[in-house]
C-alpha cells in the first residue's frame, strides 16, 4: 500500500530517424527499425503530401539518401526513373527498383507500345500519393537479400492506409497548381539572311513558334477518403480524381482512382486483410521528339526549324510541310492541332494476406497478389498532312494487357532461450509469375474522317508479341536478439527463373547483419546518455540478383515468314545461351545511427561498397553460324560511396516550428573487368564500356580548331577520345520545414 503523493519525472525524447517504426522489408517479420543491420529509409504520408507533384516516385526526390530520382520527360502522367547507389545493372531492362505495395508485387515497366519519341510513362504512376501510409526503401544487396534474384536495383515497399478503430473519419483533400517552361529558346529576330553564293543580303520574316508550341499548364487533384471501424473490422475507402495539363499545347492526363482495404479480426489466432485498387486513365500524347524514320516529334522540329520558315496554315486551313525534310518530319503546329495519340489504362491491383497463430510464437502467414492492366495506345495522322511519308493518312492501334501474379507463405517462430537471449527463426517460399500479350496493327490510305483501322485500304503491320517469366524462391533466416541491444540475422535465399540458362538454373543469395546499440549499456545512459542520447553501431553483408531483361534469351527463337504465299518459320538473329546466369551483386556496408540533444538532431551515417559480376548484354558472335547476336554475361562492375543524413529540430515553439533535413550521397561506379578483353562500343556509338572507366563513358571524335580543311572548317581528329562520365558523382538535397500556428506549412528545397 502506498500513501501520500507520488512523484515521477521523465522526459520524452524526439525519434527524428524514426528508430521506433516497425519496419517489414527486407526481413520476415515485423520489427523496429533499430533493429536492423542495415540502412532502411522510412518516408511517413505527411512527408508526401502537398509536395507539388502527382506520381509517387517524383515525390521522393531529395528525401532519400543514395537516390536518384529522375524525370525522363515533361509529360502529364509519370515519366520518373529512380536509381538507388548508382547503376547495379546495363542491359536487364531497368534500373528502377522493386517495388511492392501492400504484399503485392507491381508491373513498373514502361511501355512505348508506339513511337512518339520517349513518351512513355512508368505504371508506378497510376498510384495515388493520398493513398499512401508509409514508404520503406532499402538500397542494395545487404538489405534486399531476402527478394533474390529481382533486388539487384534495391526494393520500394509501399504501404497504403488502413482504417482505425473509432469514430469515423472522412477527409477531403484537393490541390492546384501549374507548370511552365521557365526558359525558353532566344531566337534569331535580325530581319535579314545573307545568301551565301553572293554575300547579298536578304529580307525575311522570323517566326518564334514557341508562344504555338508551349503553354502554362493546369493540374488540379481532389482526394476523399472515409476510414473507421470496430475492433474487430476495420475500413478505409478512398477516390480521388486527378487533372493534368502538359506544358506542351494538347496533351492532358486524366486519372480516377477508387481504393478499398479492409481488415478482419476472426479470432485470437486467425486474421486476413484486403487491399484492392482500380485505375483508369486517359492520357492525350504528343509526339514531342524522335529522329530519323518517324521523327515527327514537336520538339525535334522547333529545335531544328528554321525560323524563317512559315509554319502558320493557309486560308483553307491546310498545313504547309514540314521546314525541312518532310518525309521524315512533320509541321509542329499540325502534330499538335490535328494529329491524335491517345494511351487509356484500366489497371486492378489486388491482393489478400492471411494470417494464423496456431500456437503460442508460431505465426503462419499468407500473401497472394494479383496486378493486371491493359493498356492502350492509338496514333492517328490525317489525310492532308505537313509530312509525305503518309500522304493519305496513318492509323494504328496497339494492346498490352499485362498480369502479375505472387504467392508468398512465411512461417515465423519466436522463442527466448534464455532470460537473455530471444530467437526468431523464419522460413517461407515465393512464386512469381509475370506475362503479358502486345497487338499492334496499323494501316494507311484512311478513308476521309475516319480514324479507325477500318478506315484503311489496307493493313501494312500486324503482330502480336507474348513473354512469360517464373520464379521460384525459398528462404531461411535466422536472428538473435540479446537483451535488446545486440541484433544478429543471417539468412539464405534460393531462387530459380525460367530466365536462367539450362546449366545456371538455381541460384544462392546469402545474408548476414548486426547491429549493437551501445547507448542501451549501463555505462552509456549512466555517463554519456545526457548528450548523446542514442548512439548504434550497424553492419551488413550480403548477396542479390538481377533478371535478364529477355525472358527467353536462353533460348534460340524463331520467327515466322511467308515466302511466294506460303508460310513457314526461320531462325532469328539471337543464339540462345544455356549458361546466361543473373547478374550478381555481392555488397556490404558499415555505418551507424546517432541522436544528441535529446532527439533534437539525428544522424545517419552509411558506407557501402558493391561488386556486380556477369552483367548481362548483348553481344555480336560470328554470323558463319546463322546468328548475330546473344545475351552474354560480359563484365564486373563496382561502386561504392556513402550516405549521409542529417535531421534537426532547430526550433520547436506551441506556434511556430523549424526543422531542416540534409541528404548527401557520392558513387563511383567503375568498369573492373570485360570478360572479352576488349571495349564494347553501345549507344549509337558514342559511350563505351571499357575497363577502369566509369559505364558508358562517352567516347567521340573531338574538333580540332587549330587545324581547318581546305573550305575553312575546322578538322575532326582522327582518334576518339574519352570525354567524360555520365553518372552523378554526387547527391544532395537541403530542405527547411516552417510550420506556423499548426495550419500553415512552408517547404523549400534544393537538391542536386
Known amino acids: 500500500k502506498t500513501e501520500g503523493k507520488v512523484e515521477i519525472n521523465f522526459s520524452l525524447d524526439e525519434d527524428l530517424l524514426q528508430l521506433d517504426q516497425i519496419v517489414v522489408t527486407g526481413i520476415a517479420e515485423p520489427v523496429e527499425k533499430k533493429s536492423l543491420g542495415n540502412s532502411i529509409s522510412i518516408l511517413q504520408s505527411k512527408e508526401l503530401e502537398n509536395v507539388g507533384v502527382a506520381q509517387i516516385d517524383a515525390a521522393l526526390t531529395g528525401k532519400i539518401p543514395g537516390a536518384m530520382v529522375q524525370v525522363n520527360s515533361g509529360n502529364p502522367g509519370g515519366g520518373t526513373s529512380i536509381r538507388l547507389r548508382g547503376l547495379s545493372t546495363l542491359y536487364s531492362g531497368t534500373s528502377d527498383p522493386l517495388y511492392i505495395v501492400d504484399g503485392i508485387t507491381l508491373d513498373n515497366s ?60 472522412v477527409r477531403l483533400n484537393s490541390t492546384v497548381g501549374y507548370d511552365q517552361v521557365i526558359k525558353t529558346l532566344d531566337m534569331i529576330s535580325y530581319p535579314y539572311i545573307k545568301i551565301v553564293k553572293n ?62 482495404n479492409l481488415d478482419k479480426i476472426f479470432n485470437d489466432w486467425f486474421t486476413a ?43 483553307n486551313g491546310v498545313y504547309p510541310l514540314a521546314g525541312f525534310n518532310p518525309a521524315n518530319r512533320a509541321n509542329p503546329l499540325d502534330v499538335i492541332n490535328n494529329w491524335k495519340a491517345p494511351e487509356e489504362i484500366n489497371r486492378y491491383i489486388g491482393g489478400i494476406k492471411l494470417d494464423f497463430e496456431p500456437l503460442a510464437g508460431l505465426s503462419v502467414q499468407y500473401k497472394i497478389g494479383y496486378d493486371n492492366y491493359t493498356q492502350n495506345n492509338k496514333y492517328y495522322i490525317p489525310r492532308i498532312s505537313s509530312q509525305t511519308k503518309y500522304l493519305d493518312g496513318f492509323s494504328q492501334d496497339a494492346t498490352k494487357i499485362s498480369t502479375n501474379i505472387n504467392s508468398n507463405l512465411d512461417v515465423i517462430y519466436n522463442t527466448a532461450l534464455t532470460t537473455d537471449i530471444k530467437s526468431t527463426t523464419a522460413a ?126 536462353r533460348l534460340s527463337n524463331y520467327y515466322q515468314t511467308s515466302y511466294s504465299g506460303m508460310t513457314g518459320i526461320v531462325n532469328s538473329t539471337y543464339l540462345g545461351n544455356n549458361d546466361l546466369a543473373p547478374e550478381r551483386m555481392r555488397e556490404w556496408e558499415l555505418g551507424f545511427d546517432l541522436e544528441i540533444l535529446g532527439g533534437k538532431i539525428g544522424v545517419e551515417f552509411t558506407y557501402f561498397n558493391k561488386k556486380v559480376e556477369d552483367l548481362i548484354m548483348v553481344a555480336t558472335v560470328n554470323s558463319s553460324i546463322g546468328f548475330s547476336y546473344q545475351y552474354q554475361n560480359v563484365g564486373i562492375l563496382s561502386n561504392k560511396g556513402i550516405e549521409l543524413l542529417v535531421k534537426s529540430t ?35 556509338y558514342q559511350t563505351v564500356l571499357k575497363e577502369g572507366y566509369a559505364p558508358s563513358t562517352f567516347y567521340q571524335y573531338l574538333i580540332d580548331y587549330s587545324k581547318l580543311d581546305a573550305s575553312g572548317l575546322p578538322l575532326r581528329k582522327t582518334a576518339k577520345e ?19 500556428w499548426k495550419n500553415l506549412t512552408l517547404k523549400i528545397m534544393f537538391d542536386a
Request: hydrophobic fraction near 35%; charged fraction near 15%.
Open 110 to 169: 514502361a511501355s512505348s507500345l508506339i513511337d512518339l519519341g520517349g513518351n512513355s510513362s512508368n505504371r508506378i504512376a497510376d498510384l495515388d500519393p493520398e493513398d499512401i501510409e508509409r514508404i520503406e526503401v532499402v538500397k542494395g544487396a545487404a538489405a534486399a537479400a531476402l527478394y533474390g534474384s529481382r533486388a539487384n536495383n534495391g526494393v520500394v515497399q509501399i504501404f497504403t492506409k488502413r482504417g482505425q478503430a473509432g469514430r469515423l473519419k
Open 199 to 260: 554575300g547579298a543580303l536578304t529580307s525575311v520574316t522570323r517566326y518564334d513558334y514557341q508562344n504555338e508550341v508551349f503553354q502554362i499548364a493546369p493540374r488540379a487533384s481532389t482526394n476523399l477518403s472515409i476510414a473507421g471501424g470496430d475492433v474487430t473490422t476495420k475500413y478505409f475507402i478512398s477516390g480521388s480524381w486527378n487533372n493534368q495539363a502538359g506544358i506542351i499545347k494538347s496533351q492532358l492526363y486524366d486519372k480516377q482512382s477508387v481504393r478499398f
Open 273 to 315: 486483410s484486403l487491399s484492392t485498387n482500380y485505375i483508369h486513365s486517359l492520357n492525350n500524347l504528343v509526339a514531342n521528339s524522335g529522329a530519323y524514320d518517324n521523327g515527327f516529334g514537336v520538339l525535334t522540329a522547333v529545335t531544328n526549324l528554321l525560323n524563317t520558315y512559315n509554319s502558320y496554315p493557309d486560308a
Open 428 to 553: 517461407g517460399t515465393e512464386y512469381f509469375m509475370s506475362e503479358y500479350d502486345i497487338v499492334t496493327s496499323s494501316t494507311q490510305d484512311l478513308t476521309p474522317f475516319v480514324e479507325l483501322l477500318n478506315g484503311g485500304s489496307s493493313y501494312d503491320n500486324i503482330s502480336e508479341m507474348k513473354d512469360l517469366r517464373k520464379t521460384f524462391g525459398y528462404y531461411l533466416q535466422q536472428t538473435f536478439n540479446y537483451n535488446n541491444f545486440l541484433y544478429i540475422t543471417g539468412s539464405l535465399r534460393a531462387d530459380g527463373s525460367s530466365t536462367f540458362g539450362a546449366n545456371r538454373r538455381w541460384q544462392i543469395f546469402p545474408k548476414f547483419s548486426t547491429s549493437y546499440i551501445i547507448s542501451e549499456n549501463d555505462f552509456w545512459k549512466e555517463n554519456v546518455r545526457e548528450y548523446v542520447n542514442y548512439f548504434k553501431l550497424r553492419g551488413a553483408f550480403g548477396y542479390s540478383g538481377g533478371q535478364p531483361a529477355s525472358s527467353f534469351g
Open 650 to 684: 532547430n526550433f520547436q515553439l506551441p506556434e511556430f516550428t523549424w526543422g531542416t533535413t540534409l541528404s548527401v550521397s557520392t558513387n563511383n561506379p567503375i568498369i573492373d573487368k570485360l570478360y572479352i578483353g576488349k571495349d564494347i562500343t553501345i549507344s549509337w
Open 722 to 740: 574519352y570525354l567524360g562520365d555520365p553518372n552523378p558523382k554526387l547527391l544532395w538535397s537541403l530542405t527547411n520545414n516552417f510550420s506556423l
